[in-house]
């Protein structure tokens, strides 16, 4: 009877299961090809996702300054309109909004982007501003020039 058992299983018993294995290894290459075309994408959208008000910047030699965290951005555009981040704020709201956004301390770097056909007493009062809320930490932003 076990001649017979052989037969049917095809003389294989328990060492026919062993000898079929699955592989173990993975096929990175799909991977890659996803990863890269993925890299390719972030390159050609990471400039697009930089979102700002428009305003045209004075050009000088200086190079641009290190930064450890996001700033504040005022900027003030030529027909005198003011804006606090991406938000359009009337010149009156400029300390309060200010004051508010102390919370985070008063050390936080605060960046001024006027347009460089903008009144330079506008610039002033809003620096004025500025300073009244207790920052300390303002910068004058300007696109660089070519040598």
Not at 47 to 71: F, I, K, Q
Request: cysteine-free; aromatic content about 6%.
């Amino acid at each position: 009877m076990s001649g017979a058992l052989r037969s049917r299983s095809g003389g294989r018993g328990r060492r026919g299961r062993r000898s079929r294995r699955y592989m173990g290894e993975i096929n990175v290459t799909p991977f890659v090809d996803v990863m890269l075309v993925l890299l390719i994408i972030f390159m050609v959208a990471a400039p697009l996702l930089t979102v700002g008000v428009p305003v045209n910047l004075p050009e000088t030699e200086a190079r641009a300054l290190p930064s450890e965290n996001e700033p504040l951005t005022i900027t003030v555009q030529a027909n005198g309109q003011v804006y606090l981040q991406n938000d359009l704020v009337p010149f009156d709201e400029i300390l309060p909004r200010l004051q508010a956004l102390a919370g985070e301390g008063y050390d936080r770097r605060i960046f001024i982007r006027g347009d460089q056909s903008a009144s330079y007493g506008l610039v002033v009062q809003v620096m004025a501003r500025i300073s009244e809320a207790g920052y300390r930490n303002i910068g004058l932003v300007n696109e660089p020039g070519t040598q």
